[in-house]
């Protein structure tokens, strides 16, 4: 199944900004990261198809995940 991801902030670097992934149906967002080598601490909010979403989330064909790590700043 196809799915796109998209990466902000810090996570794109070496990553790109937005990835088609072919992925197998029922895959969890945990899984995706892992792939990314995105450690589960760098991860502040996720969403998936614009809806708050969790790392044990499944995926299905044509979904859309978006990836936000944590924000600071002063």
Known sequence: ?????KLFATLRNGRG????????????IKEIAKKLEIPEEEIAILL???RDAKLSDELSEGD????FPPVGGG
Do not use: H, P
Not at 17 to 26: N, S
């Open 64 to 67: 859309t995940v978006s990836i």
């Open 48 to 50: 998936l198809n614009g």
């Open 17 to 28: 900004k937005i990835l088609d992934m072919d992925e197998r149906e029922g895959t969890a």
């Open 1 to 5: 199944m196809k799915v796109k991801v």
